[in-house]
């Protein structure tokens, strides 16, 4: 009975994100991997700190934005090539991820998401002793 409820929920809940991505744009990402994280630059133009999200469900970490709107909502527009879409991109992240430490920052519509690997997937040095 349990696991039923537990499946409904889940069903819901990802019929919601489906819902949410369907008609929304998908920010170009760079991605860059050193031997201590992996960092993420997400463009997300006119996102402000109060319409960002992002989230880590299970293995996927889920950004979603909403850009505001470029021009005075009383004004009326003639020309626009800027589309007043929401943002979303989902990447699904693994156990080498140590998810308590992701931090993001945000500078001039560029999200940067770094993602530190865990201490027990970062490369060691094994030390020789000569006798």
């Given at each position: ?75 009326t527009a003639h020309y626009t090539e800027f589309p007043e ?47």
């Open positions: 009975m349990a696991d039923q409820k537990e499946n409904q929920v889940a069903k819901a809940a990802e019929s919601r994100i489906e819902d949410r991505a369907k008609n929304s744009l998908v920010p170009p990402v760079d991605i860059c991997e050193d031997k201590d994280s992996v960092t993420l630059f997400a463009d997300l133009p006119g996102v402000g700190k109060d319409n960002l999200e992002l989230q880590i469900d299970k293995d996927t970490l889920q950004i979603f934005a909403r850009p505001a709107p470029a021009a005075d909502p009383n004004a879409k929401d943002y979303y991109r989902a990447f699904t992240i693994g156990e080498e991820i140590d998810r308590e430490k992701i931090t993001a920052s945000m500078n001039n519509g560029v999200l940067k998401l770094v993602l530190p690997k865990a201490e027990k997937v970062k490369p060691k040095k094994i030390d020789i002793a000569f006798s």
